[in-house]
T-cell receptor, first 114, second 114 residues
Framework: AQSVAQPEDQVNVAEGNPLTVKCTYS??????LFWYVQYPNRGLQFLLK??????LVKGSYGFEAEFNKSQTSFHLKKPSALVSDSALYFC????????????FGQGTELSVKP | DADVTQTPRNRITKTGKRIMLECSQT?????MYWYRQDPGLGLRLIYY???????NKGEISDGYSVSRQAQAKFSLSLESAIPNQTALYFC?????????????FGEGSRLTVL
């Protein structure tokens, strides 16, 4: 069965510092991996995805993610955090066995303090 | 106007009442999904549909039903609401042609069952 895990419920970072939000996955076949962000009282917004190719994927708002096949990880990163990055972040993997629907992690609350 | 519109945005109801949450989209996507969000549990798939004649159960379909009235409309019903169905519900769409899994979400419908 496909699954995705986000080991941290919350990540706290000072503004200007680099941030990492962790994600590990389990999937049969080739992994299609995604990061979404949810701001308060809003729906989820797509940040970036890995389908194939370069292991470092660049996305919206200066975020990037590194695909590591040997560690089955897809960590979200940003070199310099902003207070406005504070939000709930979800990692997701496509379920290759059941029509390609997305399976989401439990979410990580990112808090960036000034 | 939003590409994926959910109504109502907020609803408070009583145990045993029938509730319908509606979703409409202007993206022209074939695939539509209903997810439920609970704190600490991420998003869990309730039902999904790949076209008007296709309805599939997700991981937590018990107590829910759906109707795909047209390509652009996908409604979720709770026939007899119970308190543990209190949650934030999201509709999402995806394009079959791309088939990479990227989803587009509505703003959510917050349901409270007393």
């Amino acid at each position: 069965a496909q699954s995705v895990a986000q080991p941290e419920d919350q990540v706290n970072v000072a503004e200007g510092n680099p941030l990492t939000v962790k994600c590990t996955y389990s999937v049969s076949g080739n992994p299609y991996l995604f990061w979404y962000v949810q701001y308060p009282n809003r729906g989820l917004q797509f940040l970036l995805k890995y389908i194939t190719g370069d292991n470092l994927v660049k996305g919206s708002y200066g975020f990037e993610a590194e695909f590591n096949k040997s560690q089955t990880s897809f960590h979200l990163k940003k070199p310099s955090a902003l207070v406005s990055d504070s939000a709930l972040y979800f990692c997701a993997v496509r379920d290759n066995d059941q029509g390609g629907k997305l399976i989401f992690g439990q979410g990580t609350e990112l808090s960036v303090k000034p | 106007d939003a590409d994926v519109t959910q109504t109502p945005r907020n609803r408070i109801t009583k145990t045993g009442k029938r509730i319908m949450l509606e979703c409409s989209q202007t993206k022209g996507h074939d695939r539509m999904y209903w997810y439920r969000q609970d704190p600490g549990l991420g998003l869990r798939l309730i039902y999904y549909s790949f076209d008007v004649k296709d309805i599939n159960k997700g991981e937590i379909s018990d107590g829910y039903s759906v109707s795909r009235q047209a390509q652009a409309k996908f409604s979720l019903s709770l026939e007899s609401a119970i308190p543990n169905q209190t949650a934030l519900y999201f509709c999402a769409t995806g394009a079959e042609a791309e088939n990479t899994g990227e989803l587009f979400f509505g703003e959510g419908s917050r349901l409270t069952v007393l």
